[in-house]
């Protein structure tokens, strides 16, 4: 998992612009974050993790932008903090949001594993270990059937069957 | 236990006497709304999935406002699905091309002091101003909030910005903001409820109020909140229940700050943070002037925009797109448009349009714009290098007649 770094204060604009928004998520995709770093999106990889600074996410409550993460394969976030609505449509989409105090200590390029079950990133190039908050105890299950909408398909089917 | 504003709104919709901040509580909603860009178009195809229905048709609102007037084939699919699916599903409060929402919601009555609401926008603390706890929601969760008419919130800490005195003339809500987001940051609001008290919230208009908790979005607010007084009374015209914060509330934080001190204030490229006494700005010369959005065109503003360009013409391209059908045909009744119309401007569709960087008239490369927008956000309005200065409707006005970033107060004395 290769770390690449952002700044605070990432918008929902550059990572889901607006002129883009009446396309699907594979095409607004392709123009995520392309205003602050050209080239993320052909050169992000399965399994990767965006990590940036203070108030990662702010601005709109458009869930293209972790969507757009998502699609390209990002499997994580970890942040200083998040703007409160991406935070909550980053698990709704089952893409795990961590607050990371440290994560400033990450440099691009870095490789990362995450220990969910510790609730630690060990960062494999510096030997260094960061501990991030962990998720809400409510949302846990949630995340784990990978976001809401299965989240509550399974909660459906559980009632029509009991 | 005293309890906030903010406080006694939450544990009203989670059923309980009191809440804590910090709780985790399960809250009924009275009402959402959906636009057509996060709304239908995104939780059609998930309800059809689910195969489940509105908990209760009769409350939820479609306001149609970021794909219209539709330019091509998508945009037009989009609309087409909120037309449709409002139908099908039994919604028949279905506000289609009358403005944007934030601004329609309140003007055809659906907000109350009290309520709880989720609306599915990120400038959706517009509705704090009537004393509802109302905040943005992306498209899953509200899915989850058609499916099951509940949401999890955090009881909120309460912010409180408390202003004495009163606004000069030539200032606004919309510098009071500006001000207090260079002030605190884009994360100022810790995702808490943001509470705006004071003489100078009193005697501020029911328009303006909005425009306080509208931009508590930029602020990092989850709302913003402003207690229920005869202003609200008068805007809703009827009577309503007083809702306002116990007396000695405990608060995560009192800022107290005298609007009478308070110049114009503008956010220079790329971030509404990036804000600072219009003075500063006065060698800026932009070449488009923009009176938009939810945020900066609804009556009051338009209103404001007059008082500057009354018998003046503008120096630049200036576009004005009134944030309500309903706010323009005021105008219009009234001469404001009139003014608007003789200083030179052109007037867009009821719609988000280039504040959303929706439509056809985004800024090109380059180019350098002033804005009674909320966000100027790189790429937002259209090309990445395009330049956007946010200021009032005062401000926008001004510097349109000045050809520079001006002052509004030179034009005023």
Redesign the interface.
């Known amino acids: 998992m290769k770390a690449w770094v952002f700044g605070d204060d990432i918008d929902t604009d550059v990572l889901a612009p607006g002129r883009y928004m009446k396309l699907g998520i594979e095409e607004i995709s392709k123009h995520c974050l392309e205003s602050v770093l050209p080239g993320f999106a052909s050169s992000v990889r399965k399994d990767d993790v965006v990590v940036a600074g203070r108030n990662f996410g702010c601005g709109s409550s458009r869930e293209q932008a972790p969507a757009a993460l998502k699609e390209l394969g990002v499997s994580a976030l970890l942040a200083e903090s998040f703007a409160g609505l991406f935070y909550r449509n980053s698990l709704n989409l089952g893409l795990p949001a961590l607050v990371c105090g440290g994560a400033r200590r990450i440099r691009s390029g870095d490789q990362l594993r995450i220990d969910y079950d510790k609730g630690e990133i060990e960062n494999l190039t510096t030997g260094e270990t960061l501990p991030f908050e962990p998720i809400p105890a409510h949302l846990m299950e949630m995340v784990r059937d990978g976001g809401l909408l299965p989240h509550l398909e399974k909660r459906l089917k559980c009632r029509t069957t009991s | 236990m005293k309890q906030t504003l903010a406080q006694k709104l939450v544990a009203r919709a989670a059923g309980k006497s009191s809440v804590k901040p910090g709780e985790?509580v399960t809250c009924k909603v009275d009402l959402a709304m959906m636009h057509d860009?996060?709304g239908p178009r995104?939780v059609k195809p998930?309800l059809e999935?689910?195969?489940?229905k509105v908990w209760d048709p009769s409350k939820v609102v479609v306001i149609t406002d970021h794909?219209l007037p539709a330019y091509?084939e998508?945009?037009r699919r989009?609309i087409h699905i909120a037309r449709h699916w409002a139908a099908s599903a039994g919604v028949q409060n279905l506000y289609d091309g009358q403005g944007i929402c934030h601004v329609v919601l309140p003007e055809r009555g659906h907000l109350r002091p009290g309520m709880f609401v989720v609306g599915?926008?990120?400038h959706?603390p517009t509705g704090g101003a009537f004393a509802a706890y109302m905040?943005?929601?992306?498209?899953?969760?509200m899915?989850?909030v058609l499916?099951?008419g509940e949401i999890?919130l955090?009881v909120p800490h309460t912010i409180v910005m408390d202003f004495s005195g009163e606004l000069s003339s030539g200032v606004s809500a919309k510098d009071m903001m500006l001000f207090l987001i260079g002030r605190f940051?884009?994360?100022g609001g810790q995702?808490q409820a943001v509470e705006y008290r004071g003489a100078a919230i009193r005697k501020l208009a029911m328009q303006e109020r909005m425009t306080l908790c509208n931009m508590t979005?930029e602020l990092?607010g989850?709302t913003g909140l402003i207690s229920s007084d005869q202003v609200t009374e008068a805007f809703l015209k009827t009577r309503i229940e007083t809702w306002e914060s116990d007396r000695d509330a405990p608060v995560l934080a009192h800022h107290r700050f005298n609007a009478t001190e308070l110049a114009p204030q503008v956010a220079a490229p790329h971030?509404p943070?990036n804000t600072k006494p219009v003075g500063e700005f006065k060698d800026v010369k932009p070449t488009l002037a923009y009176i938009g959005a939810c945020t900066g065109a609804k009556l009051e503003d338009l209103r404001m925009a007059a008082v500057v360009l009354k018998g003046r013409k503008a120096k630049m391209r200036l576009l004005v797109a009134p944030a309500s059908l309903r706010d323009q045909e005021t105008a219009e009744k009234e001469g404001t448009l009139k003014i608007l119309l003789d200083a030179g401007a052109e007037l867009l569709p009821n719609a988000c349009g280039i504040c959303?960087?929706?439509g056809e008239h985004?800024l090109p490369e380059n180019m350098v714009a002033i804005s009674s927008t909320a966000?100027n956000?790189?790429?937002?309005m259209?090309a990445?290098s395009s330049q956007v200065y946010l200021g009032s409707p005062y401000t926008v006005a001004a510097s349109a007649v000045a050809g520079r970033i001006c002052d509004p107060r030179e034009f005023l004395q």
């Open positions: 985790i860009s996060g995104r998930m999935r689910l195969g489940a794909y091509d998508e945009s989009i599915g926008d990120s959706s905040f943005g929601v992306g498209a899953t969760e899915l989850g499916v099951t999890w955090k940051g884009l994360d995702y979005a990092g989850q971030s943070a959303a960087g929706y985004l966000r956000f790189k790429g937002r259209g990445a």
